[in-house]
């Protein structure tokens, strides 16, 4: 069953997942924008975040003048999976590390190792 929450109060919950970074890491994301969208892309249907950027690990030194990495948290998917607003927070909370993890180049694989597929 969907939990039912307001565009507000979802962004509100992704600011805190954001509020919850390390400021050490932080200071290491480089050129990375977090926008929340209300679904992910029709060709991938059930994702719940996406990364679409270069990763740090494969910036060299041609890396300039580009359009900044974007991290999505997808609205419609998470609310749908969940069956709770702590399940919402948890969920944003994960997928949030998932998607800056990526942005520092670690893979889906690892990620699931460490419990953030």
Do not use: K
């Amino acid at each position: 069953m969907a939990v039912e929450m307001s565009a507000e109060a979802f962004d509100a919950a992704v600011d805190r997942a954001l509020d919850q970074v390390p400021d050490e890491l932080w200071e290491l994301i480089s050129n990375c924008v977090v926008l929340v969208a209300d679904a992910p892309p029709p060709a991938e249907p059930e994702l719940l975040g996406l990364y679409d950027g270069i990763p740090l690990t494969e910036r060299d030194s041609g890396y300039s003048g580009v359009l900044p990495d974007r991290i999505f948290i997808y609205r419609s998917t998470t609310l749908a999976m969940c069956e709770s607003v702590e399940e919402v927070v948890d969920e944003i909370t994960v997928t949030v590390v998932h998607e800056i993890a990526h942005h520092f180049g670690i893979d889906d694989r690892r990620l699931d190792e460490l419990g953030y597929a």
